[in-house]
């Protein structure tokens, strides 16, 4: 219902703006933005396209916006909304805002309550298959605070996805060949000679954390070879990562090995389709991808000169697996060292001939993790960084998640572990998990039941009506998220959505007071458990129901 009227009332400012009296070329209805108002006391819904049209008409915003008005008003009676629609003003630069009739948000409360989560979907997805590709961190040590914000982010993106409707895979990219595999594997053998009595100097790049002096011990109790050392420590460090990711609520679909896809012939198999296209060339004794002929700034190397892959080539066929396995649209979750690697990645799925939008790529930034005020460095091949396991151990999964969304993608994170860790309103997701609880507590404590076709009109309060207006701002948070790939505004709204709770609570009693109103503010909050229960399961965080 509330997209509908979304796309009602974007009809009927189309029709205004159709109406004859806009000369010159008018936006078509999805040109036309309707957003919420920052602030409830400016209506329910509002408009900027007469700031839009100010410079293309020559005339000021207001002038637009009261002529839009003006024929808006003209047809409302002959409108699905007329009874729906208030008022409708210019206020501001120019900014046409509609006022709702409280009636609107009682219906929209009772489908809440009828039926529950299913009313809040935005039913988008239409069955759509994606498949989202994160942390894929190399297995050569436990996953740090960038690997943990990584799997946070698409985890919850997938579960935001799969809400609104499409059929999500979950996949990580296993760099399990290669130069880091051969470096790891000698990082072992010089510890292992290290226990065995010699005296070792590490190279810079060698692995040296105290998990490297554990992998050796284990391979020497399993007398593992020197040249089987490596994929014998990556398998052990993938089986700790596993059970990481478990701990932390991230299960995939899919566990996808670069050595697999180098013995199955897709590599070769896919240059060979490029060579047909004409993307392939040889020159000064390599191969290069003609990543120009698709935006890139310049060619790209696939084979070198000493016959060697590289790392784009094994990328370039496991994009187009993807694709060969059925999905429609491709999201990546890459770390901010990778933005460069962009544009040659699009460049290559357009040359099997897919669209460059059926690739997005998210690039996470990074998070430092402050302890007792002072930020902790963070050396991977030394050791000397916070896991995801310290985090976990310490602050425990559901605060580790909030904490690691709470940022846009594209800024980078500070997360405080001794906020984390307080039961109090300065910690955000205590903060959520108290609001759903506390209201778990008055329902189990309700004498009077919540029956079907309540009377809301009783509902009269400014608390009462700013908690179902925000309620049914949770659509419009979705379709937030699917449009930048990014969760995070749900952590935002989710405390909105528990300080609208606790407000109206601090200043309204819900149980004693007549049945009809006890009843119309029992169903309030339980509208607001079942939208704070919805955004939390999105999240991955539980759901207390007692605190």
């Not at 897919?354 to 991977?380: E, K, Y």
Request: aromatic share 10%.
């Amino acid at each position: 219902m509330q997209k509908n009227i979304q796309e009602e009332l974007i009809s009927l400012v189309s029709r205004a703006l159709l109406s004859g009296k806009f000369p010159g070329q008018i936006p078509a209805p999805d040109e036309i933005s309707l957003d919420l108002p920052t602030d409830s006391r400016f209506g329910d819904f509002t408009t900027n396209i007469a700031l839009k049209l100010s410079k293309p008409l020559k005339k000021s915003p207001r002038e637009i916006a009261a002529l839009i008005v003006e024929l808006i008003q003209k047809e409302i009676p002959k409108s699905e909304l007329k009874d729906l629609i208030n008022q409708v003003k210019v206020e501001g630069a120019g900014f046409v805002n509609f006022y709702l009739e409280p009636n609107y948000f009682y219906t929209q409360l009772n489908n809440i309550i009828s039926c529950g989560k299913d009313a809040l979907k935005l039913d988008k997805g239409e069955g759509k298959k994606v498949l989202i590709e994160f942390v894929s961190a190399n297995p050569t040590g436990s996953l740090s605070i960038a690997h943990a914000r990584q799997a946070a982010v698409g985890d919850c993106l997938a579960n935001v996805l799969s809400f609104i409707g499409f059929k999500v895979s979950r996949e990580y990219y296993l760099n399990d060949e290669g130069n880091q595999i051969n470096i790891l594997g000698k990082s072992v053998e010089l510890r292992r000679q290290e226990l065995a009595g010699k005296a070792i100097e590490f190279p810079e790049d060698y692995y040296q954390g105290d998990y490297i002096r554990d992998i050796a011990k284990e391979a020497d109790k399993n007398k593992i070879k020197d040249n089987d050392l490596g994929d014998f420590a990556a398998d052990l460090i993938l089986k700790i990562i596993k059970q990481e990711l478990i701990d932390f609520g991230v299960k995939f679909d899919c566990w996808y090995s670069q050595k697999e896809l180098a013995k199955s012939g897709k590599v070769e198999q896919a240059f060979e389709q490029l060579k047909k296209e004409g993307f392939l060339y040889e020159q000064d004794g390599a191969l290069w991808f003609k990543s120009t002929a698709f935006g890139d700034d310049k060619d790209r190397v696939v084979i070198k000169t000493d016959g060697s892959q590289t790392y784009l080539a094994p990328d370039i066929a496991y994009h187009e697996d993807k694709f060969n396995r059925g999905f429609n649209w491709l999201i990546n979750l890459w770390g901010p060292d990778h933005h460069g690697y962009i544009n040659r990645i699009k460049a290559a799925i357009q040359a099997f001939g897919h669209s460059g939008n059926s690739l997005s790529v998210v690039i996470v930034q990074l998070a430092t993790i402050f302890r007792n005020g002072q930020p902790i460095q963070m050396s991977t091949r030394r050791g000397q960084y916070i896991t995801l396991r310290e985090v976990l151990d310490e602050v425990g999964s559901d605060a580790a998640r909030f904490f690691f969304l709470m940022r846009r993608t594209s800024s980078h994170l500070d997360f405080d572990l001794e906020v984390a860790k307080k039961q109090s309103s300065e910690n955000p997701v205590y903060y959520v998990q108290y609001a759903h609880a506390r209201i778990c507590s008055i329902l189990r404590s309700a004498t009077v039941q919540i029956k079907g076709n309540l009377e809301l009109s009783v509902l009269k309060e400014k608390e009462e009506l700013n908690l179902i207006k925000k309620m049914l701002e949770f659509k419009a948070v979705q379709n937030a998220c699917l449009a930048t790939c990014d969760p995070y505004l749900l952590t935002v709204y989710l405390q909105e959505l528990s300080e609208s709770f606790h407000k109206f609570y601090d200043l309204h009693r819900v149980l004693g007071q007549t049945d009809a109103l006890t009843s119309a503010r029992l169903a309030l909050i339980n509208g607001t458990k079942i939208v704070l229960s919805c955004g939390l399961e999105l999240l991955g965080v539980s759901q207390p129901e007692s605190m």
